[in-house]
């Protein structure tokens, strides 16, 4: 009048393997989506640094960060990064002198990298130097942010 323990077993199993199934595919949307919130606050805040350096007629730099204080190396953007007023146009930021317009600290598991140091905008809007391709990879995800010299970003 119960079940018997093969009985208890098959249907644990079961449940089993259809967790694992449904947990498969989450894990993929997840990293999709994780990816996509990261992607979005990048170009959210590269808009933002653009439209400071018109508004503010100066130069505005988006730098990487190990400690959201001060500019670090190529290598610290899976960090975080800064986004200050830079007048002389030096790509350093100094504390209780510059503009500090925001910060942020890179949460997940995946890696944001770009070869340059900082990525500047001048007073309008254009990228100064060269374009800028940031990536962004987490598992099989990649996604590019990339700045032309009119300041322009995009994803790819």
């Given at each position: ?19 694992a ?11 999709h989506?994780?990816?996509t919130?990261?992607i ?10 653009r ?19 001060h ?6 953007w ?7 007023v ?25 890696k944001?990298?770009n ?6 905008f ?6 100064r130097a ?27």
């Amino acid at each position: 009048m119960g079940f018997t323990l093969i009985e208890c077993l098959a249907t644990l199993f079961c449940i089993a393997v259809l967790a694992a199934l449904a947990l498969g595919s989450n894990m993929a949307w997840l990293s999709h989506q994780q990816t996509t919130i990261i992607i979005d606050k990048l170009v959210h805040d590269l808009k933002f640094a653009r439209q400071q350096a018109i508004l503010r007629q100066s130069i505005v730099t988006v730098c990487p960060t190990i400690d959201l204080e001060h500019c670090g190396s190529a290598e610290a953007w899976p960090l975080g990064y800064l986004v200050f007023v830079d007048p002389t146009g030096k790509g350093v930021f100094t504390a209780g002198t510059t503009d500090k317009l925001q910060s942020a600290t890179l949460m997940g598991a995946g890696k944001l990298s770009n070869s340059r140091n900082y990525v500047q905008f001048d007073s309008n809007g254009f990228a100064r130097a060269t374009n800028s391709t940031f990536i962004y990879s987490l598992n099989e995800h990649i996604q590019k942010v990339i700045i032309n010299l009119q300041g322009r970003i995009r994803v790819e």
